[in-house]
């Protein structure tokens, strides 16, 4: 099996081979090493690509074929998950708690998965990206209490979903119905869920050759965006009749 592209941590322009040049199996590790810098993220981000390795690895760099999105005016939302939202026994909020949202995270349980790859270094990198207004987080509050949220990268009309997590029960999906309907009204174009959870499945997320989802990203990161710190509109209505 060939060996992934090695990067340069000293090229000022941070380069990547073409995707396509992505190795099969491990499905789609594209290239080790280089740095976890802003720039070196969005040069990534840009060109359908992520960081994603534990501790004692080297920085390992994917772009994976087929490739799980989401499109924000296409989520489903359950019946059981339309009457909580109805409910509203819950408050969300934006971009307020990033550095907790991404330690919870990087902390919570998850069934089949020793330890995290939400590393120290790369916890620190995404705070970076979130203070140079890249980075957001989506927060679900119970009776005062962050009890769910996610995080991801927002570049043009793209959201990069990264993790998400629960400590009580439906809190993720409520931020995540939120993130929805708030992509919808910025008119963001699509979701990348990278690869296929149970979970984001039943939100509608499908798989599309890479070559496809490279052609869409191309196309939607020409969108404007919303950049800086994100905040709630008003005028967006969270409660949903979707079943």
Request: hydrophobic content about 40%.
């Amino acid at each position: 099996m060939p060996a992934p592209y090695r990067l340069d941590p000293s090229d000022p322009f941070y380069r990547f081979p073409p995707v396509s040049e992505a190795l099969t199996e491990p499905d789609g590790l594209l290239a080790v090493g280089g740095d976890l810098s802003v720039a070196r993220l969005l040069k990534a981000y840009q060109q359908g690509i992520f960081p994603w390795y534990s501790d004692g690895q080297p920085i390992l760099w994917w772009s994976p074929d087929p490739r799980f999105v989401l499109f924000p005016d296409q989520i489903h939302i359950s019946r059981s998950l339309a009457k909580t939202l109805r409910r509203g026994q819950y408050q969300v909020s934006l971009d307020t708690e990033f550095r907790q949202v991404i330690s919870a995270c990087a902390n919570v349980p998850r069934n089949g998965q020793d330890g995290t790859w939400i590393t120290g270094e790369m916890l620190e990198a995404y705070l970076r990206l979130h203070q140079a207004g890249y980075a957001h987080s989506v927060e679900t509050w119970i009776d005062g209490k962050l009890a769910g949220g996610l995080y991801g990268v927002a570049l043009g009309g793209v959201f990069f979903g990264e993790s998400m997590f629960s400590h009580t029960a439906d809190a993720s999906k409520i931020a995540f119905a939120h993130l929805g309907k708030l992509l919808n009204y910025w008119d963001f174009g699509m979701i990348d869920c990278q690869i296929a959870t149970g979970h984001l499945q039943r939100f509608g997320a499908t798989g599309l050759p890479r070559t496809h989802f490279i052609e869409l990203l191309d196309q939607y990161l020409s969108i404007p965006g919303v950049s800086g710190r994100w905040q709630l509109p008003e005028q967006v209505s969270y409660v949903t009749n979707d079943t």
